[in-house]
């Protein structure tokens, strides 16, 4: 699988990485899967899809627990990138961002990892009542230490805090700048996907001008984009489409124009070829910084995702993705 590199310390990771949250949590199913769950995590391991990406939320904290089985053996063959900062409350999801806290998170994840570095270590949430550059001091001091390679921040709650007339991701900019001062900054990672192409607008150049890989979350559109979900369909509760706007039965009527617009292109390439993968390429023809993470728990999809590394778009196909329509359905 072609290679793409992370940040300054320019570490090596497959193109298409592997997004292990559906693993343990957030979608239909995810906790009973476990067997199957370490198939697809070889399976990554042996396409090239090096990059695993976990947090010790999900679970919480099994989904490392599960890498763990799998990196005791084949450490040298992963690129483990974890992330720090949330933690499931008894009602709420909580943001700890305390220095004390973040070291003593590393090292739980460690152990559960089976490892002994983290080689991206993500900051999955500020807290709001600790300055974030405290938080960062505290994790480039695990840099220091020898137990994380290298620094990323998540960007995924700028959803709610866009105001009139502000790009999705100026907060995250200016946040970016303020730890920029304290440590370097090797990845961001935020959604992006041909449903949400928002990233596309200044956050990803802003990262590409700084060497500054970017992590493609959520590239399939929660799995909307693999045109398997039909609309109607329904979602276990604790899902996180169960209550996603753009999942009810009308939303998922009203866009599945993309999907259609997705699969015209994937024809193009061979009857074999899927709307994810055409998805995944778009992903990834959005700058050689880009490293998309689908997430998924099953083994067929992770080689399907992993084939999406050698599919060539023209510039025709690209145009084309970007005049599909707008998506309908939004959390403002
Ligand atoms: N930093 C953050 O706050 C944050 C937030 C969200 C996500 N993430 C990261 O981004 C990763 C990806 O996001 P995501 O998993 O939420 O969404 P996604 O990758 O857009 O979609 C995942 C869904 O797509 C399905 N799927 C995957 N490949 C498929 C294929 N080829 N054909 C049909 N269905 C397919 C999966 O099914 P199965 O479940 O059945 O395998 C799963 O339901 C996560 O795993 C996580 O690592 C980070």
Redesign the pocket.
Known sequence: MERRTIGAAALAVGAVG??????SW?????RQRGDESLR?VHRALDLGSTLL???DM?GPFTNELLLGRVLKERRQDAFV?T?VG?LVGEQHIVANGRPGYVRRACDASLRRLQTDVIDLY?L??ADPEVPVEETWGAMAELVQAGKVRSLGL????ARGGRRSGARLYDATIRQLQRVQQVFPVSAV???L?VWSPEATEALLPWCEARGIGF???????????????TPGQGFEPDD?RARHPRFTAEMMAANQPIVVGLRRVARRHGVDV?P??VALAWVLAQGRHVV???????E???T??ARAAALRPTAQDLAEVAELPRAQGSWE
Do not use: I
């Open positions: 592997l997004g292990c949250m559906p693993m957030a979608y239909n199913g995810s697809a990406d976990t947090a999900y990138s992330k949330l993500q999955h949430r998540c960007a995924m709650g990672q935020a959604e996907s992590l493609a979350a959520m590239p399939l559109g929660n799995g909307f984009l693999t045109g398997t979900l996180v899927t994810a993968q998309p993470v689908p997430g998924t728990k099953q067929r999809w992770v399907e995702n």
